[in-house]
């Protein structure tokens, strides 16, 4: 059974500060990582996709990257209170390329508090 | 343009009874998807279109679920009967391409279904 873990929060880091958001996967053979931010009642929205060891930087967004450590994490620097909500962690599949069929965490809660 | 669409956004049924979710992809976009989540428990792949064939339809939970594509556009998602266990929140997802890692998935906002 192909697993996505994360810790359920909450999460909580003052304003301006640096929220770190940590996933392990079970499946070392998945190629694909992604970070979806979920607001309450809202879909899931793509934040950062990762797919080579290291590190990648988008804005205030960096994904870091660790397959033999089976390790994502994604860290927000100088945290808004909008960024609030619920961080899913998505692991995905096959050299093949089917990148979508995801398995996911039950992610994470962030509270950015003003 | 507009996103992925889904109705309706809620729905309330007993146990036994039938109920067909829909989604609108975005225009175009020949991949979608249908994802569960249940209450407190992960999101849950169950099935992938490609225009109006299925890709992959190893996550439907059981034969109580049947899914559609006609003319690859729309899709629909019928439960019958419905159970307890299905009550939760479905979302669909299209995409452009499902290889292109710059081609993200695109949610709507989800069908919570109740069952009672």
């Known amino acids: 059974q192909k697993e996505v873990e994360q810790n359920s929060g909450p999460l909580s880091v003052p304003e301006g500060a640096i929220a770190s958001l940590n996933c392990t996967y079970s499946d070392r053979g998945s190629q694909s990582f992604f970070w979806y931010r979920q607001y309450s009642g809202k879909s899931p929205e793509l934040i950062m996709f990762i797919y080579s060891n290291g590190d990648k930087e988008d804005g205030r967004f960096t994904a870091q990257l660790n397959k033999a450590s089976q390790y994502v994490s994604l860290l927000i620097r100088d945290s808004q209170p909008s960024d609030s909500a619920t961080y899913l962690c998505a692991v995905g599949g096959d050299n093949a390329g089917n990148n979508r069929k995801l398995i996911w965490g039950l992610g994470t809660s962030l509270a950015v508090n003003p | 343009e507009a996103g992925v669409t889904q109705f309706p956004s809620h729905s309330v049924i007993e146990k036994g009874q039938t109920v067909t979710l829909r989604c609108d992809p975005i225009?175009?976009?020949?991949?979608l998807y249908w994802y569960r989540r249940v209450m407190g428990k992960e999101i849950k792949f169950l099935l992938h279109?490609?225009?109006?064939?299925?890709?992959?339809e190893s996550g439907m939970p059981n034969n109580r679920f049947l899914a559609e594509r006609t003319g690859g556009t729309y899709s629909t998602l019928k439960v019958q009967p419905a159970e307890l266990e299905d009550s939760g929140v479905y979302f669909c997802a299209s995409s452009p391409d499902s290889g292109n890692y710059n081609s993200p998935l695109h949610f709507g906002n989800g069908t919570r279904l109740t069952v009672t």
């Open positions: 279109f490609v225009k109006e064939s299925k890709q992959d």
């Open positions: 225009s175009g976009h020949d991949n």
